[in-house]
């Protein structure tokens, strides 16, 4: 499904969500220490097909809920007044046992709304088929339901849905990270020609293209790299959720105000 967005090319876009759209796992080689993504990617193609300059907000923060997201970015991007949002959130969520994917996407129509009331075309995206994952894959059937949910919101407000669950591309594990949450550079530079593509605009390339293929891990190898998932990921996330703790605590969106980006 393909919904036409009503404004294209765009003046103004914010990016909202959590660490995937902070764009962990991607580090920016302009700036030391901080992430690029595939929301900055994404505005770069923007502001490349647009006649005009575009200006550009992420106010993405690693560990953010969707509650936390609704809360304390959508009043700040609806004061922006942005021509184009990118709404991805719920994923932090959908990880904890419990979770309720209904009440999810009743909360997530309700800011799709408003932005929608404001004049802004909406961008959302559908979680990633967990089933290769160990642990993470008792999570796909609320995934599932989510991204059903998001298919019926996107219709009935006229928004775009960029179908990351549907992306054969994105089940080769060399696009992800270790933590097997975030994507790396190339996962994020075809994520974005994908919105890109999404949103209507150019996106030529190799980005549907699967990686070379490569010979099967050596079973000492695999069992030493699930090890280190264990180790390295689900005991830190388990405790941090023991203590109530996030991995965004304490941090600020990376470019919480628009600002004009260089067309190339």
């Not at 393909?2 to 404004?7: G, T």
């Not at 339901?145 to 549907?166: E, T």
């Not at 990376?254 to 004009?260: D, E, M, T, W």
Request: hydrophobic share 45%; glycine share 10%.
């Amino acid at each position: 499904m393909h919904v036409s967005p009503s404004r294209s090319p765009w003046h103004r876009y914010v990016a909202l969500g959590d660490s995937f759209t902070e764009g962990l796992s991607d580090p920016d080689p302009d700036r030391a220490g901080e992430f690029r993504g595939w929301a900055d990617r994404l505005a770069g193609h923007l502001a490349a097909a647009a006649g005009h300059d575009v200006e550009y907000a992420n106010l993405a923060v690693r560990g953010r809920l969707l509650g936390q997201v609704l809360e304390e970015q959508v009043p700040v991007a609806l004061d922006a007044r942005p021509d184009l949002v990118s709404l991805v959130a719920g994923g932090n969520d959908l990880l904890r046992p419990g979770a309720d994917p209904d009440r999810l996407a009743a909360a997530l129509e309700d800011a799709v709304a408003r932005f929608r009331a404001a004049g802004a075309d909406v961008l959302l995206a559908t979680g990633v088929d967990p089933r290769e994952t160990p642990i993470i894959r008792r999570t796909r059937g609320r995934v599932a339901v989510f991204n059903a949910s998001l298919w019926s919101i996107a219709a009935r407000h006229g928004a775009v849905v960029l179908d990351l669950w549907g992306s054969p591309w994105l089940y080769d594990w060399r696009l992800w990270d270790g933590d097997r949450i975030h994507l790396t550079a190339e996962g994020h530079r075809r994520t974005a020609l994908a919105a890109a593509a999404a949103l209507g605009l150019p996106a030529e390339g190799d980005w549907r293209e699967p990686l070379v293929p490569q010979p099967p891990r050596a079973l000492r190898a695999a069992v030493a790299e699930e090890i280190a998932w264990l180790r390295g990921f689900v005991v830190p996330w388990v405790a941090r959720r023991v203590r109530g703790r996030s991995s965004g605590d304490g941090r600020a969106a990376k470019r919480p105000v628009p600002l004009a980006l260089p067309r190339v």
